[in-house]
């Protein structure tokens, strides 16, 4: 089934990330500063932000240009003290996966069918659109969980978050069409 889309690039961004380099720097610092205390790491930020102003100020305008209506240096400094600080360098084992299992097509079809139907709304979140297309597609959706208990899925939570996650693909793939 082919499905068109309108070419308008008005697609609502949920996340805002920083760049690469920006990501780098900000990580760089916050483990330099990772055992300062609150004060002293407040005080280290006060002096890389003025530091590097070129880079703050760029990713500031970046970040505000692309929509994000929040305070970025608010943002900035949250990341470096509660995320990149925190983060740990160490390599980990990767764990065993198990072999993937798809879903069926016509489920696919189903909520690429949905998707269209409702992402020209102004309103429409992926999250509030897999809760509408639950109501709406009972029996496609029965016969999905059904298959997968066949094929070793046993916990109800985790077939719900294969396919809440797999509705939340198929939306970017199609708003990245």
């Given amino acids: 089934m082919d499905f068109e889309l309108s070419n308008e690039n008005n697609v609502s961004i949920y996340r805002y990330k920083f760049t690469d380099d920006f990501t780098q720097e900000l990580y760089k610092f916050s483990k330099i ?7 002293d790491f407040k005080d280290a930020w006060q002096i890389w932000t003025e530091e590097n102003e070129n880079l703050v100020d760029g990713e500031v305008r970046r970040l505000t240009n692309l929509g994000y209506d929040g305070d970025v240096l608010d943002k900035m400094f949250k990341s470096a003290r509660y995320y990149f600080r925190k983060k740990d360098t160490d390599k980990k084992e990767p764990q065993k996966r ?14 690429d069918e949905h998707i269209i139907s409702n992402i020209n709304n102004k309103d429409y979140k992926p999250s509030e659109g897999f809760s509408l297309f639950c109501k709406e597609k009972v ?3 029965k016969e999905e969980v059904n298959r997968l208990c066949k094929t070793g899925f046993t916990d109800h939570n985790e077939i719900k978050d294969k396919i809440k996650k797999t509705y939340k693909n198929r939306y970017f793939i199609l708003v990245t069409k």
């Avoid at 198990?98 to 909520?111: F, I, W």
């Fill in 33 to 39: 500063h990772q055992y300062d205390h609150r004060k």
């Fill in 98 to 111: 198990r072999v993937y299992v798809g879903v069926q097509k016509e489920l696919l079809e189903a909520m």
């Fill in 139 to 141: 029996e496609i959706l």
